[in-house]
């Protein structure tokens, strides 16, 4: 396997049951109540500590980037054969997608990924009963880093989970997209942002979550003829990136690695960018920043 390791856990919620630890990438593993250690090392190669874990370790790694997208977008075709060695990660629990989701928002990844290994330490691996039981007070602690007050998201969504559905998921896997994205809005804390995620990362619906930098660097790729960020704009480029190009959800990963290495929302690097000479550059108004 061909893998990029630190591409491949920056862009997707699936990444994040993953901590940053010292040039590792530590997960607690609740069945055996032990970190696991992930580790590239400069040969490539991707070292798992306890080697015992190393099969269950490797197989969250599902499929390279370079099999992400089969239609015509120049951009996209170029951009996949870029990224060819980060890879999508296997689906995720449902209820594990819609925690960590939870946690990010309005915070970055690397806080949801601290908080979520705090609280797979305290309750052995958190589930939706241990959540809808959770002490308020006790989990405001947990997650300060985070967010307190998404205490009662987490709580209270985590007991709606149990009186509508008897406590799965599950079943938004086989059921419509719009009825399971409808399911999911009307849990506490879940906006279309942390619905679409749920449905990409652990339910296997193609729909692609927009958000402001989806939005910056698809409007100046072209992908998306919206303009700004306002709410109504993010909804225009979800549908462009949805219907328009037929882009299957997981390609939007391709979009996200671009705007983090080159298509940055203040100074663009136009000059070291792998798809400059397609780029319309549409509403770029400030100059690059040459390194
Ligand atoms: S050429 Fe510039 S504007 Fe276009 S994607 Fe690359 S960095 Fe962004």
Redesign the pocket.
Known sequence: MDIDLRSTMDIQITALEWMPQDGRYVRYYPEAGIDVFMEQRPDGSIEVTPHEFHDEAMSIFDYPLSEVYHGDSEILLRLQEFYRRCWVLRLQDPFISLMITILTQNKTADSARRTFHRLQRRYKGIDVHKMACADKRELEELIRFSGPYKASYMIECSRQIEERWGGSLEWMRRAPTDEARRALLSLHGVGPKTADCVLLFSLGHSVVPVDTHICR?SQ??GLSMSMGDSEAAKRRVKEDLERGLKMPGMAHLLIIN??RD???ALA???HI????EL????G?VRP?RLV
């Open positions: 660097v100046r790729l671009l705007g080159f298509c940055k663009p690097l136009h960018c792998p798809v400059e780029c319309p550059k549409r770029v690059e």
